[in-house]
């Protein structure tokens, strides 16, 4: 199993920020940072533009991989995120993850003034630009007509390799979100889950691949998830107290029991190992986990000398 970081960008993310976790990452050894696609969730703070954020990410690192977890299809048109996409793979040596999905948070998509669509046709759109994406990215010209999105001899250059960038399907949606998964991804990724909850999630997926003749073990597996974790008891208390001043009016006693609740990975190392154990023999072979206080370097370079290593046996 693979550690990695997941940064909430639109929670007053900046550059000198997003430098120093970059840098720190690929220095303790983590095998991806990812970066979330909202304008705002919440206040409004700083947030920076992740396809930007990107490009310094391709730039200022050598190793780990690195995307959206996830873009929103209503935000950009597919062939704006396709080239994008293909060029950040090319500028990165095939570290870029191209993460997708139907967009959740109507609030942003008022504020700004993009279209928010319901649930059925954002799904629709989401199949729809996934094959305007693989059609820019292969061989030659493309051409497609869909209902949302077309293509008339579209010849993207310059092109990724084959089978590159990887498409990462992100959501937990089973008859549309895990189908689409099922067919097209590479990988599928989900949030927190109790590993009850997960076995469920698998046996839907597993349906889904038999329906279009797909082995499910070539469809990677990843969870994203709060970490209220630490070394021991007091410094896994110390996420709680950082988480509670995005929570207002809760309580450590709360958000431990929710979080428990959620699936959320809580407790000191060995507790969170033998969590990391269960989902491990269920399949996930990458855990993110997030990222809550941009200037704590320690939680970084723990998941990095205590985490990491142990998972990777796993």
Partial sequence: MQISLMVEGQNGLN???????????????????YRSDHFFIGPQQDSLEPYLSFAMAAMQTERIRFGPMVTPITFRPPVNVG???????????????????????????????????????????????IHVMR??????????????????????????????????????????????????????????????????????????????????????????????????????????????RLARGATVGDIEEAARHRGMLVGDTEEVMDRLGQLAELGVSEIMFQHMNFTDDAFIEYLGAEIAPRAAAL
């Fill in 83 to 129: 080239r994008m996409a293909a060029q950040l793979d090319l500028l990165s040596n095939g570290r870029f993850v191209m993460g997708l999905g139907a967009g959740w948070n109507e609030s942003e998509h008022v504020a700004y003034g993009v279209p928010f669509p319901p649930i059925g046709e954002r799904l629709s759109r989401l199949e729809e630009a």
């Fill in 135 to 244: 059609g820019l990215w292969g061989p030659g010209p493309a051409s497609y007509e869909g209902r949302y999105y077309t293509l008339q001899d579209a010849d993207c250059l310059p092109k990724p390799p084959e089978g590159r960038p990887t498409l990462l399907i992100g959501g937990g949606g089973e008859k549309r979100t895990m189908r689409i998964a099922a067919q097209y991804a590479d990988e599928w990724n989900c949030i927190s889950m109790l590993p009850e909850n997960y076995t469920h999630k698998i046996e839907v997926l597993q349906a889904h691949c038999d329906a279009v003749g797909r082995d499910l073990s070539s469809v990677k597996r990843s969870m994203m998830t709060f970490g209220f974790i630490g070394p021991n008891p007091d410094d896994a208390a110390d996420s709680f107290r950082t988480f509670l």
């Fill in 15 to 33: 550059w000198d920020l997003w430098s120093n976790i970059l840098r720190r990452s690929e220095e303790a050894g983590l095998a991806g940072v």
